[in-house]
């Protein structure tokens, strides 16, 4: 290979005399044998460094020859392209199937590749490319690349972010489904911007990602240029400039002048398949993509059908828990009694074990058959334990609504009177609210203790019974609360 590289530069040398149609030929000569001997591993690189020995004193000899040989060249290139076909032509390009790709110059050192590049830049290129081992530094501005727009991209596609999450909030919280938890207001952007903040940056990093891959159209995984053996130093010590022939300026002779004029060791010619058969994936990676779609998709349709399907036995359960028991649900026909019903009546005239509830005076606050009992029953003890259990119990179901003291302007009630001033609300307003009364009024505080509970237990009027919530024996200590909070207040109290 040393042999060839010195070959180069002897054409180059005498190309300042001769034709650019011998030029040609002497660079597909190279481009033959290096395509050729590279096959064999390890070679090239050994043979490039002792050409890289020989070539390094006439690097100057073929510059010079490059510029003079420029001011000749345009009309004999023409002429080389007809006349091409003599005897040493690059295999790919006798193939009919094989299309011109573009021209590949190697060059020395970083150096050369950025004097190359503004020479390409000035030329006014627009479809090539450097190509090196390491970032190179300056290589932007000699390749005359503009500042990238991904800030922009990711900018605006952040903002869409940010008004996407405040819109979702808003949707969903304030509109669809407006929800009041513990009176804050429905829409508010100091409680808003967690989420807000996150669909920001969730959507600029996407953007920043894939925007990325997208400007440098990747992912590509192949390249015509790796038809050339001599590229793959690209990825160790050459430097390279590649311009495809689909540039504008693209002229075979011209642009190969220019590229050689530029110091290229050598310009080599590339060409790919034309055959639409190149499109096609390769059957392997084909089978894969078919394969793992099928797969990803199928506890998709699975989950569908499913939602859709009406089937007699239950669907496919992997994990059974305890979802499936021996046992009889409300409601179903159950084969073992007479009139198969699962549901079962109460076995007349009896009450089962513990659920009398026959004392009136615990269960109903009733003394003597039909008069409010005055006085507490004999189960509830009358300590401080009670008091407790009251007082906490009064907090929990009764201080929303009547207030901590009982003057019924709890916070539900303040919610909807603020509500209400702001003439928000209307729903509510309209179905009528009732202030909570103020426990504190005379007859209230005067209200016998049974009466008291049976308020509690059944409601009154606009405000619901809570027996379901409370045990009786929370509802009475609720009733030995209320009469200490009023004895706290109210110069009624006994
Ligand atoms: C959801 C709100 C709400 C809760 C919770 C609530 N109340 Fe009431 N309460 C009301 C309203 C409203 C009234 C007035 C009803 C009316 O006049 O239509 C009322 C009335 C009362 C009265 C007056 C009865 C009368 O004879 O005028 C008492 C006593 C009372 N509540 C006790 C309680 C106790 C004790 C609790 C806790 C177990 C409780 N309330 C929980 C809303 C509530």
């Known amino acids: 290979m040393s042999q060839d590289d010195r070959d180069i530069d002897k054409d180059a040398d005498q190309s300042a005399g001769e034709t650019a149609a011998e030029d040609r030929d002497s660079a597909k000569e190279t481009e033959a044998a290096a395509g050729g001997e590279d096959h064999v591993e390890g070679k090239p690189r050994a043979d490039g460094d002792s050409g890289d020995s020989g070539d390094s004193g006439d690097s100057g000899d073929s510059g010079d ?48 590749l950025i004097a190359a590049a503004e020479k390409v830049r000035d030329a006014g290129y627009t479809q090539w490319d450097c190509y090196s081992p390491f970032p190179v530094h300056g290589i932007d501005p000699a390749m005359g690349i503009k500042r990238t727009i991904l800030p922009i991209i990711v900018f605006i596609i952040g903002l869409s972010g940010l008004f996407g999450g405040l819109l979702l909030q808003w949707w969903t919280n304030a ?153 009889v649900k409300p409601q179903v026909q159950y084969g073992l009694f007479e009139d198969e019903r699962g549901s079962r009546d109460y076995v007349e005239g009896t009450v089962a074990r513990g659920q009398l509830k026959e004392d009136d005076h615990f269960y109903r606050g009733i003394v003597n058959g039909n008069q409010w009992a005055q006085t507490f029953p004999d189960q509830v003890k009358l300590d401080g334990a009670t008091m407790a259990r009251g007082q906490r119990q009064f907090g929990i179901y009764c201080a929303p609504c009547h207030g901590a003291s009982g003057h019924g302007n709890g916070m539900v009630h303040n919610r909807v009177a603020n509500l209400q001033a702001n003439g928000q609300f209307g729903k509510l307003v309209a179905q009528g609210w009732n202030q909570p009364s103020n426990l504190h009024q005379d007859y209230v505080v005067r209200l016998p203790h049974g009466q008291l509970y049976n308020t509690i237990s059944n409601g009154i009027r606009s405000m619901r019974g809570y027996a379901a919530q409370l045990s009786e024996d929370d509802r009475w200590a609720i009733v030995l609360y209320v009469r200490a909070l009023q004895r706290s207040v109210s110069t009624a109290s006994r």
């Open 175 to 327: 509109h669809f489904w407006p929800w009041l938890v513990s009176g804050k207001p429905f829409f508010s952007l100091p409680a808003n911007i967690p989420i807000t903040f996150e669909t920001t940056v969730l959507a600029s990093v996407f953007a920043t990602f894939f925007g990325m891959w997208g400007l440098n159209k990747l992912p590509q995984v192949w390249h015509p240029f790796f038809r050339k053996p001599r590229f793959a130093r690209a990825t160790d010590d050459k430097f390279f400039i590649g311009i495809e022939a689909y540039d504008p300026k693209f002229q075979r002779g011209k642009t190969e002048a220019l590229l050689t004029d530029a110091g290229a060791l050598v310009v080599e010619t590339c060409y790919t398949e034309n055959s639409p058969g190149r499109l096609k994936l390769p059957r392997p990676v084909l089978a894969f993509i078919i394969v793992t779609t099928v797969m990803a998709l199928t506890p998709v349709a699975l989950i569908g059908k499913a939602r859709v399907e009406k089937a007699r036995e239950p669907h496919f359960h992997l994990v059974p828990n305890m979802d499936f028991q021996l046992k």
């Open 65 to 112: 020859s490059g510029d003079s040989g420029v001011a000749e060249e345009p009309v004999p290139v023409a002429a080389a392209a007809g006349g091409d076909d003599g005897g040493d032509v690059d295999p790919d390009e006798a193939r009919m199937d094989m299309e011109l790709y573009g021209l590949l110059a190697e060059y020395r050192s970083p150096a050369e």
